[in-house]
């Protein structure tokens, strides 16, 4: 059993920056595969990234398009998204989750594949 606690959201102008954190309380994120996910207004929670177990593969969804980099720092137990670039249409309520897996490049990318979900943390870009 893992909780995870967002944290990192906000307000900023479009070009602009944030950086994401996601906080697991279990000991370990060894485990576990991560991803990020985002909610706008009206629209359906979609993929943005996600990250092996190992930290060694990560993936991304189309729209990244380079912007964004998701990292993880195990021996903290949490996982970055780093977003650059912030555009109007990245306004959403970004979540984290995590799935328990063996395999060490495993980077799920849909949401039935993802165990744990945390609250998520609301990033509004201003235009």
């Known amino acids: 059993q893992v909780q995870l606690v967002e944290s990192g959201g906000g307000v900023v102008q479009a070009g602009g920056s944030l950086r994401l954190s996601c906080a697991a309380s279990s000991r370990t994120l060894t485990s576990y595969a991560m991803g990020w996910f985002r909610q706008a207004p009206g629209k359906e929670r979609e993929f943005v990234a996600s990250?092996?177990?190992?930290?060694?593969?990560?993936y991304y969804a189309g729209f990244v398009d380079d912007r964004f980099s998701i990292s993880s720092h195990n021996a903290e137990d949490t996982v970055y998204l780093q977003m650059n670039s912030l555009k109007p249409e990245d306004t959403a309520v970004y979540y984290c989750?995590?799935?328990?897996?063996?395999?060490?490049?495993?980077?799920?990318?849909?949401?039935?594949?993802?165990?744990?979900w945390g609250q998520g943390t609301q990033v509004t870009v201003a235009s």
């Open positions: 989750a995590a799935v328990i897996t063996g395999d060490y490049y495993y980077t799920p990318r849909t949401l039935s594949e993802y165990e744990y």
């Open positions: 990250i092996s177990w190992s930290g060694k593969a990560t």
